[in-house]
C-alpha cells in the first residue's frame, strides 16, 4: 500500500460487531507493534470511520497511547487486501491442523506479495517468515513448519490424513530424510573409486583416534564437545517437556575429554587443515589457552601486570608455570581471536528460571599451524535454524545445512572429516552430501544406535523405507492429538 493514510485513533468508532477475543497471542502483537511500529493498515468505512477490521490492532495501539493509527478505507481495498482481511479473520474459528497451515501459508504468501521477500543477510524492506509469526504471535519455527508442510502436501495429498500435526511434521521428516539419503546413495556410488563414504564408530573417541587413524591424514575436524555446563542436570529438571540427555556434561568430563583427545586431532590433522570447534561462550579464554599452549594466558598476564602492578609477583609465578607447560607440550594450535557465532531461531538449555536463554552458540575458528585459505568468502556469523524437535535425534543435534557450510568453506570434494563426538551423525550425512568422506565417532551407546539407523538407510531400498513409514504412522496414531 502506498502512502497510507493515518487518522487520529479517538476518530475511529467502534461498533459492537467489530470487537473480537483479543486472545492468547495478543500480548506477542503489541510487543510487535512497540518494537516494529504498525505494519498492517487498521481497514474502517470511509463514509463515518467505522471500524471494519483490526480490533485487537487497534487495541494495541491505545494502549501503547499511539495516537494515530494507519488505516486502509474498505471501499478502496483492492482484491488482494480483500482476500487478507478475510484469511486473519478465519484465523481465529476452530480448524483442523492441515487448514490452519494452509491458512498461514496463504497469509504469509499474500504479504510477501505485498512487500516483497525478505533477502537473508540484508537489511531490506521484505517480508520474511520472522514478521509472519509476530504478526500472528507465534514462533517462527512454527510458521517455517507450516509453509512446509503446505508444500509437501502439494506433493502427497494423502499427509493431510494424518491425525495431528505432530504425526504429520514426523511424516515429513521421514519423507525429507528418505530424499537425504536417496541422494546420498547416488553420491556414494559415482565415488567408490574414491574409498569410503563414511565410517561410523561407538567407543571412547581419543582411543579409537589414538590407535586407528594415522598422522596427518584429517583435512577438516568438526569438534562438538560436552561443554561442561551440566546441560543434563538443567534437562532433567525441567519436568516432562525437557528433552533427555544421556552424555555426561559435567565440567569434569568435559575437562577431561579435551585434554586427552585435542593432541590426538592435533597429530592426525594435516598440517594446515582446520577445526571447527562448539563452546560455551563461557568458556572461550579457558580452551584458547588450552589450544594454544598457554601463549595466549601469556599474552593476558603480560597485560594484567601493567594494569595491576600491587599483584606483580602472583602474576610473574602464573607467567612462569605457563611457561614450564609450554615446555612440556609439542603442541599448538593456531585460534582465531574473535569466535565464529551461530545465530538459532530460539534460546537454549539454561537454567531459565534465573538466566536468559542464549540463543546463539560460539564456535572456535582452529588450524594446525599455518591455517589455509577459506574456499569463499565469509562472514563470521552463521544463521541457521535448529532441526525442529520432533526431527532431533540427539538434544544437541546441529543442522546439516550449517555443517554442510563449514565444509565448503575448509575442505575439497574427497577429503576426509573427522567428528569425534558425532551425536546425531549430521556430519557424516554433511560430508557425503558435499562429496566428502568422513569418520564419526560417538562414546553413547543410545546416540551411536540412533546414528547408524540413520544412516543405515542408505542400504535400504525405497520399499523397506515404506514398511518403515507405516510402523511409525501406527505408533503415531496412538499418541495424543496436537492441536499446537
Known amino acids: 500500500m502506498i502512502n497510507v493514510p493515518m487518522i487520529e485513533i479517538d476518530k475511529i ?3 459492537e460487531r467489530a470487537r473480537v477475543e483479543l486472545g492468547e497471542s495478543y500480548d506477542k502483537l503489541k510487543i510487535s507493534i512497540e518494537k516494529r511500529g504498525q505494519i498492517t493498515p487498521i481497514i474502517i468505512n470511509k463514509k463515518d470511520n ?5 480490533f485487537r490492532r487497534l487495541t494495541a495501539l491505545k494502549e501503547l497511547s499511539i495516537i494515530h493509527a494507519k488505516v486502509a478505507y474498505e471501499e478502496d481495498l483492492t482484491p488482494i487486501e480483500k482476500k487478507l482481511m478475510e484469511l486473519e479473520a ?11 497451515a494452509k491458512l498461514r501459508d496463504q497469509i504469509h504468501k499474500i504479504y510477501v506479495e505485498m512487500h516483497g521477500k525478505a533477502v537473508r543477510g ?7 517468515i520472522k514478521e509472519t509469526a509476530e504478526i500472528m504471535g507465534v514462533s517462527q519455527a512454527v510458521i517455517s513448519q507450516d509453509l512446509n508442510l503446505v508444500e509437501v502436501m502439494t506433493d502427497v495429498p494423502g499427509l493431510k490424513k494424518m491425525k495431528s500435526r505432530r504425526q504429520a511434521l514426523k511424516m515429513v521428516d521421514r519423507f525429507k530424510e528418505i530424499a537425504i539419503l536417496t541422494e546420498i546413495a547416488k553420491r556414494e556410488s559415482k565415488k567408490q573409486s574414491s574409498g569410503f563414504p563414511y565410517i561410523l564408530k561407538h567407543g571412547d573417541a581419543s582411543e579409537i583416534v589414538k590407535t586407528d587413524i594415522e598422522e596427518e591424514t584429517i583435512d577438516l575436524v568438526i569438534y562438538d564437545p560436552p561443554w561442561g555446563i551440566d546441560v543434563d542436570r538443567i534437562a532433567s529438571s525441567r519436568g516432562p517437556r525437557g528433552e533427555k540427555t544421556t552424555f555426561d556434561d559435567s565440567e569434569d568430563a568435559a575437562l577431561n575429554l579435551n ?3 585435542l593432541p590426538e586431532l592435533y597429530r ?3 598440517a594446515d587443515a582446520h577445526m571447527y570447534m562448539f563452546i560455551g561462550i563461557q568458556f572461550k579464554d579457558l580452551y584458547t589457552d588450552l589450544l594454544t599452549n598457554y601463549e595466549t594466558l601469556i599474552h593476558r598476564v603480560n597485560i594484567m601486570l601493567d594494569w595491576f602492578p600491587q599483584m606483580k609477583l602472583q602474576l610473574l609465578e602464573m607467567k612462569k608455570r605457563a611457561l614450564d607447560l609450554q615446555k612440556t607440550r609439542l603442541w599448538s594450535f593456531h585460534v582465531e581471536p574473535v569466535p565464529l557465532i551461530w545465530v538459532k531461531e530460539g534460546g537454549g538449555y539454561t537454567d531459565f528460571d534465573y538466566k536468559f536463554m542464549p540463543r546463539y552458540e560460539t564456535i572456535l575458528f582452529c588450524s594446525k599451524g599455518i591455517k589455509k585459505r577459506l574456499n569463499e568468502v565469509s562472514s563470521n556469523i552463521f544463521e541457521f535454524n535448529r532441526p525442529a524437535t520432533t526431527e532431533r535425534i540427539h538434544t544437541q543435534e546441529k543442522p546439516v545445512d550449517l555443517i554442510q557450510r563449514l565444509i565448503r568453506l575448509s575442505s575439497q570434494p574427497n577429503e576426509i572429516i573427522l ?3 558425532a551425536g546425531s551423525f549430521v556430519t557424516a550425512i554433511a560430508a557425503t552430501i558435499t562429496d566428502r568422506r568422513s569418520i564419526s565417532i560417538e562414546k553413547e551407546r543410545e546416540a551411536y544406535i540412533k546414528g547408524v539407523q540413520r544412516i543405515a538407510a542408505l542400504t535400504v531400498g525405497l520399499e523397506d523405507e515404506e514398511e ?7 505408533e503415531d496414531d496412538n499418541e495424543q492429538t496436537d492441536d499446537n
Not at 478465519?90 to 490452519?100: A, G, M, S, V, Y
Not at 518403515?468 to 501406527?474: K, R
Request: glycine residues 8%.
Open 13 to 15: 468508532i467502534i461498533p
Open 50 to 54: 467505522e471500524l471494519v477490521d483490526g
Open 90 to 100: 478465519n484465523i481465529h474459528e476452530p480448524l483442523t491442523w492441515d487448514e490452519k
Open 122 to 128: 540484508h537489511d531490506s524492506e521484505g517480508w520474511g
Open 259 to 261: 585434554n586427552a583427545l
Open 268 to 270: 592426525v590433522m594435516k
Open 419 to 421: 567428528d569425534p563426538c
Open 468 to 474: 518403515l513409514e507405516d510402523e511409525e504412522v501406527s
